[in-house]
């Protein structure tokens, strides 16, 4: 009997975000998501792997939250993603925020 060695293997490209990331990951039916604030601007960008071309695509605009964002926590209930962080801009306090998706509601 042998075993084979294995590794860990970058998905897509490694490093594709601009610099240091507060990050959280989810899988959602197979596919991989992730949100994170980068150190550009700290503001939230959530990204979508695409196993077809081995890329990682926006899930709606870049930087999408108003003011910086930390302390970030990513889920998807039923297709549809929602993001909780510590919002800057409203003096510390949580905000929650949702992408709409063709699925919603149905």
């Not at 897509?12 to 998501?33: K, L, R």
């Not at 302390?71 to 998807?76: G, L, P, R, T, Y």
């Amino acid at each position: 009997m042998s075993t084979a060695h294995s590794s860990w293997k970058p998905v897509g490209t490694a490093g594709f975000s601009t610099g240091p990331a507060y990050v959280s990951f989810v899988i959602d039916n197979s596919t991989p998501y992730i949100a994170f604030a980068d150190d550009k601007n700290t503001k939230v960008i959530i990204m979508k792997f695409n196993s077809t071309n081995s890329s990682w695509n926006l899930v709606g605009i870049r930087a999408f939250s108003s003011d910086p964002a930390y302390s970030i926590s990513f889920a998807i209930d039923k297709g549809t993603p929602y993001v909780a962080f510590t919002d800057d801009g409203n003096n510390g306090r949580a905000t929650v925020m949702k992408f709409p998706t063709p699925t919603a509601g149905k």
